[in-house]
Every structure is written in C-alpha cells, then in structure tokens.
C-alpha cells in the first residue's frame, strides 16, 4: 500500500501549469515537524496537485496555511542536463483538509 498522511503548514507555493498533453499541475512544499532519535526538525515535502483539483487549489494555497493531507509517493530517477543523477520523491495529492 502506498499511501502518505501528513500534517503541517505550506512553505512554498508553485504556479499552475500544464503538462504537454494538458493536464493542470500545481506544485506546493508543505513543512512538517519530524522527530527521530530524541531530535526535533523540520522536513520538507514537495506535493504534486493534478487536473482539476489543481486548477481549483490555484490562488487559494496559501505560505503559512496549516493543512493536513493524504496522497501517495511517486518516485522517479533522471539524469539532469549536466548528466547528473536525479532521484526526485513527491506526493501526489489525494485529498487535504484546512486545519484551524
């Protein structure tokens, strides 16, 4: 099973765009409190919104908006222009929820 539930606050917002074929994306970091081995720290997460919930999120995702969401991990590997390797994580959004 591949699903991801987080909560924590937007430090980032992307603007919309479209993939070749069409499709609406929309991009956001969310930041999120993580503790492991009695240390506290900050971690952040890139989340990938699609189709029409990401042109329904655009103007709305705000930098500070404490949210919680769920969504899955989507992981590829590329090589960049220089030729470097690539190994990119994200979240593709599912579902999120404001929180107060």
Not at 22 to 28: C, I, K, R
Not at 63 to 86: A, E, F, H, N
Request: glycine residues 8%; hydrophobic residues 40%.
């Amino acid at each position: 099973m591949n699903q991801v539930l987080l909560t924590g606050k937007i430090s980032r917002v992307g603007h919309l765009r479209y993939s070749p074929s069409g499709l609406a994306l929309l991009e956001f970091t969310l930041a999120v409190e993580q503790k492991a081995y009695e240390k506290v720290s900050i971690g952040y997460f890139p989340v990938v919104v699609a189709d029409r919930l990401a042109e329904d999120l655009k103007g709305k995702l705000k930098i500070g908006m404490p949210l919680s969401i769920k969504g899955s991990l989507y992981q590829r590997m590329y090589s960049d222009r220089s030729g470097g390797k690539v190994d990119e994580i994200k979240i593709v959004l599912e579902n999120l929820e404001e929180q107060k």
